[in-house]
């Protein structure tokens, strides 16, 4: 690059163009400055990687497409541009091509770990119960727990698979996942550690503890968010609850059921008003769900318009929908309010617990992917899980059941970013 280029008006304009792209979402914008930066340096590899990203997250894939061939066609060993390529395949739904793709960054950089971790979930959702898959997945995958526990600073022997044979007293320390829907989905494998003998203790979320506690598949088990120092020091061994189908992986061939919920068990109950208002409807009672984190990386992909829910709630006047989301925008909420049929239930949501028992009194649930599904699937509501064309890998690439929850149909995109015949699949199971 001329350092006539290197002007502080270049500098700025790959400033805001960055800001805009990774902090303010002004996707647009940033294309916009991109531009600027091509049009002065045309052959900037780099540059053209940059805008490449910011197609792709304003979903606009053949440009996105073009721009990173371009940037490779500049610099063909640019291993960071080669990532982008690999996403943005898989994004496109082209499995192959996203496979081939991050190979190829390994040709490049044979130990990166974002290639090795993104091949790891493909090869999950392509076979969750392939053993291989399973001990690559172990091996590469993020492991994050939202109690910032460390694992590495954790003063316990890792979890083997040859410890499962051990017949003397065996106490494991469990570090939760990071996502809600993790800790409910894969708690179920706790009672297999019971099953071998092992005294088990559970780090959890706070408002998630009252409900896994209600399980009698989980009773004797130690669940808690914090642990006194000497109840955390008398354990020997530790892992991640999503190790636990790996280290399962020679023992069982079938996913275990999901949990048992004892709603007699939970501490908490509806509050009166709610109660009373659930009570007194006749008609069929339907949960939804049309978005989850808003800081969740592929938040733009799986959540989707309130006004697509309006049209339901225009269409099947007969339902009360209850709104089963926290967070919910100003928008929204003045949206929400021109249905007599649709209740707000987003401030009775605070635990899980409370959660559950909603849930619990639903005819049927619709919802994107979000912990809501688990909690549906989990306690058996008949649930519609709504996908795009491609979802997060524990749902695979097609077909419209699972093995996790008997209970869920799966509504899939067939173009990206295209619901529509998403929901007149769902208007069929509605009428």
């Not at 002007?7 to 600027?36: N, P, W």
């Not at 069929?284 to 829910?309: A, C, E, L, T, Y």
């Not at 009194?361 to 909690?375: A, E, F, G, Q």
Request: glycine content about 2%.
């Amino acid at each position: 690059m001329s350092e006539e280029f290197l002007t502080k008006d270049f500098h700025e304009i790959f400033r805001l163009g960055s800001d805009a792209l990774i902090k303010e979402k002004k996707y647009l914008k940033a294309i916009k400055l991109f531009s600027l930066c091509l049009n002065k340096d045309p052959k900037n590899s780099f540059v053209w990687s940059q805008i490449g990203c910011a197609y792709l997250e304003n979903r606009e894939m053949k440009m996105a497409l073009e721009c990173f061939n371009t940037s490779i066609f500049l610099e063909p060993s640019n291993l960071e541009t080669y990532l982008k390529l690999a996403y943005l395949f898989f994004e496109m739904g082209k499995i192959q091509e996203s496979i081939s793709t991050f190979e190829k960054c390994l040709e490049i950089d044979p130990v990166n770990i974002s290639a090795l971790r993104n091949l790891a979930y493909i090869k999950l959702q392509l076979n969750f119960k392939n053993i291989e898959n399973l001990n690559f997945f172990e091996k590469y995958r993020d492991k994050t727990s939202t109690l910032s526990l460390d694992h590495k600073k954790i003063p316990f022997e890792e979890l083997k698979k040859e410890h499962l044979n051990i017949k003397k007293k065996k106490r494991i320390f469990i570090i939760n996942e990071d996502g809600y829907g993790d800790d409910i989905m894969f708690a179920r494998y706790l009672i297999l550690l019971k099953e071998k003998g092992f005294e088990v203790s559970l780090s959890t979320k706070k408002n998630l503890m009252n409900l896994l506690r209600s399980s009698p598949s989980l009773k004797d088990i130690n669940i808690n968010f914090h642990f006194p120092r000497d109840v955390f020091l008398n354990h020997d061994y530790k892992t991640h609850l999503m190790s636990l189908p790996y280290i399962f992986s020679e023992k069982i061939s079938d996913i275990p059921k999901p949990l048992e919920i004892n709603f007699t068990q939970l501490k908490e109950d509806l509050s009166p008003d709610l109660k009373n208002k659930i009570n007194s409807i006749v008609e069929p009672k339907v949960g939804v769900s049309w978005s989850g984190n808003k800081s969740h990386r592929r938040d733009k992909v799986r959540s989707i318009s309130i006004n697509k829910f309006c049209e339901i709630f225009e269409r099947y006047k007969n339902n009360h929908f209850f709104v089963i989301q926290k967070d919910l925008t100003d928008d929204e909420i003045i949206t929400l309010s021109k249905y007599k049929n649709v209740i707000d239930c987003s401030r009775y949501l605070e635990d899980f617990s409370q959660t559950a028992l909603i849930v619990s009194k639903m005819n049927k649930v619709i919802t994107v992917d979000t912990s809501l599904v688990h909690l549906a699937g989990t306690i058996g509501i008949k649930t519609n899980l709504l996908l795009p064309k491609v979802s997060d890998w524990r749902w695979g690439f097609s077909g419209n059941k699972t093995e996790w929850y008997q209970s869920v149909y799966i509504s899939r995109q067939n173009d990206i970013d295209d619901w529509d015949p998403v929901f007149e699949d769902l208007y069929k199971s509605l009428s």
